[in-house]
């Protein structure tokens, strides 16, 4: 098991990221210039399906944006705006689960790819159950915006489930009312409990076994074969998580100290202190990172161009390709070609 100081942080999928400054420009009509980081803006911009960014970082759009635009139903908001099919292939799973108790079972494994700093169980009591939500301690403060529009997700995942006049019994907050209580129901159509022990769709138990007609069950099996896949592949460890994060940078033009910190929702200064504890820095993992890139590029056969290692490499000029490939294996790149091929 890993140790604190090399755990990797909370990682989210960059979609929801992306539609929350789609949220801001197409719903808000604000420039999302105005609202927030422009260096996250660029990042977010450049990436793809599938790439990560901290949980941190997420959850503090959310904050920035409510305060910014002075919106308390911010979250609420864009729980009622978003559509799930824009969130990643996880969100395209739950529509095929015949009942709301298979949904849950996968959530349990599936979930903490769409954002692992969120943790999620199952409660049963008599008549009643509970999804129960909560958030690992780091990603708390300012968590309020981010934790209204989980449970708006949820509420609207199990109504593409059981059909749109489904109702929760109740929903818990764990902080006080941000939004008036009227908004709330509009939103929920259940009554709100502010203040409570934790933050929660109240539901009847009977609702987990209600089948419903739709499904397919082979696509459902593609969808979860693919999230498999994403579930061993994340990382254990920070500096393979900085591995990656320079992977996919470099694939959309620069990877620098700068960019990686803020991926990952840290200072520069810590995250060079984090790798420090590790053993490791971050100039040599880019060019770890690099010269990986290069044999995989290389190895693919003899007439492979080299000018397309500049952009896959993240540098200016066809100089700076031939100085690290000099500097790391000792050849220019005709040359570890020919080996490699």
Known sequence: MSSPRNSPAALSDVALAQEVVRFVQHRLGRAPSTVFDKAVLRILARSRPGDFVAAELVVNLFDRGAQCLALPDFGITFGEWVSMRDLGPLAQLWEHYPTLEDLLKGAERYLPLNNSGVMFRVERS?????????????????SEQFMEATLVLGVKVVRNLLGRAWRPLGIELQHPLLSPQRRMHECFRAPVRAESEDYAIVFPEPDLRVRHGGG??????????????????????????????????????????????????????????????????????????????????????????????????????????????????????????????
Do not use: C, H, N
């Open 216 to 341: 397919d069950e082979v696509m459902a099996a593609i969808i979860q074969r693919f999230l498999d896949d994403r579930v061993s592949a994340t990382p254990a460890d920070l500096t393979v998580e900085v591995k990656r994060t320079i992977s996919w940078l470099l694939r959309s033009g620069s990877a620098t100290l700068d960019e990686t910190a803020t991926v990952l929702a840290l200072q520069p200064r810590t995250l060079q202190r984090k790798l420090r504890a590790l053993d490791a820095d971050f100039a040599t993992l880019l060019a770890d990172v690099r010269a990986e890139i290069t044999l995989a590029y290389l190895s693919r056969g003899a007439d492979q161009p080299i000018g397309p290692l500049t952009t896959l490499l993240g540098y200016s000029e066809p100089s700076a390709v031939s100085r690290f490939l000099k500097q790391r294996f000792g050849d220019d790149g005709r040359s570890l070609r020919r080996k490699l091929s």
């Open 126 to 142: 008599g008549a009643e159950a509970r999804v129960v939500y909560a958030l690992t301690p780091e990603l708390r403060r300012g």
